[in-house]
């Protein structure tokens, strides 16, 4: 009887421990000009490879074992397949649908992703804002449900990626890991925090964090060259290939010329996540007349837990933050209002 009781209590040691595993296969279409080149299985949280194969006939054979189910995803010269879950069974796929199909969360994930494609067309289709509203609000419901009834597994991970997670400030994201104890242990989920935890150390009222980089031409930039020196400050975090900061530069044209001649208002832009050529390029066919910290890349944008462009600041005489992340009227109004002062 002793040993009946330690059987199930050793398989769910042997899980915890991950040395618990079962055999799965991953059968995945791919182009056909890809045959003889390596496919990648990849861990989707931490980017790690899980495995890599050779492509045969239009389609690229995994197959090994796991224990605990994990996102993935597979990389086939640059392109990336959909997300899915790495569990026991096998699993293929619907391109078409962009869905992962044959093992139980993936049949759970691609059902969802249904639904989540039904309330999408009666969103689009609903005739007044109040229904727009209460279709949203069962939107959101039913991502909650999912996640409740999925707290202690990879899938309700995958729908708190997927829902606003990215959009929540620190506080927010600090409540929702109290009440999904298992998503705080991500690497994604980790990430996602601390650049939220950035973003709250850099709102308004607080000091402006320098950095510096290396420009191509060997000196070395700062923020520090052009905030907190007596003048108010826009910084611009910007790229060339990004068109709604081409659309703020406009605004911000129209903001320089006005008070250019005041001698209380810089600005400065900040050129991240581009390559130094094409934000030069981009400097001379726009037209921006201030000077540009080139090359950053991600050093400023860790530093302010930017996930997106632009992201412009208004930065006080004193170095505080005074407006961050506004655009078009939004931030006219802010540097009006600080100027006015």
């Not at 026991?88 to 969360?105: D, I, K, Q, R």
């Not at 939107?139 to 909650?144: I, S």
């Not at 659309?247 to 006005?258: G, S, T």
């Amino acid at each position: 009887m002793k040993h009946n009781r330690f059987i199930p209590a050793a398989l769910a040691l042997l899980c915890a421990t991950g040395l618990y595993a079962e055999h799965y296969k991953v059968i995945t279409p791919v182009p056909a000009d890809t045959k003889g080149m390596p496919a990648h299985l990849v861990n989707f949280d931490s980017g790690d490879t899980i495995a890599t194969v050779t492509i045969g006939n239009e389609t690229a054979l995994f197959e090994g074992e796991t224990g605990e189910p994990v996102l993935a995803r597979v990389l086939v010269e640059g392109q990336r397949l959909p997300v899915f879950i790495l569990e026991p069974g096998t699993v293929s796929f619907n391109l078409a649908e962009g869905t992962a199909f044959g093992s139980m969360l993936n049949d759970e994930m691609r059902a969802l992703k249904g639904r989540i494609q039904a309330i999408g067309s009666e969103y689009e289709t609903a005739a007044t804002d109040e229904q727009k509203d209460r279709v949203y609000a069962r939107y959101n419901a039913m991502l909650d449900s999912t996640m409740t009834a999925n707290a202690d597994n990879v899938f309700g991970y995958y729908v708190f990626l997927n829902g606003d997670a990215g959009q929540l400030d620190a506080q927010a994201l600090r409540e929702q890991f109290a009440k999904y104890p298992s998503f705080a242990g991500y690497e994604r989920s980790r990430k996602m925090l601390a650049m939220a935890e950035k973003r709250e150390a850099t709102q308004p009222g607080k000091k402006f964090v320098d950095f510096e980089v290396r420009q191509p031409d060997g000196t070395v930039a700062r923020l520090s060259d052009y905030a907190g020196k007596g003048k108010y400050t826009l910084v611009d975090f910007w790229a060339s290939w990004c068109g709604p900061c081409i659309r703020q530069a406009k605004v911000l044209k129209e903001i320089y010329a006005k008070y250019k001649d005041s001698g209380k208002l810089d600005v400065v832009g900040v050129a991240v996540w581009d390559d130094p050529e094409a934000t030069k390029g981009a400097i001379e066919r726009h037209g921006l007349p201030w000077p540009n910290i080139i090359d950053a890349q991600a050093v400023p944008t860790d530093l302010y837990g930017i996930t997106g462009i632009p992201c412009i600041l208004l930065i006080g005489p004193d170095g505080t933050i005074l407006s961050r992340d506004k655009q078009g009227d939004e931030l006219r109004a802010d540097v009006d209002a600080a100027l006015a002062r």
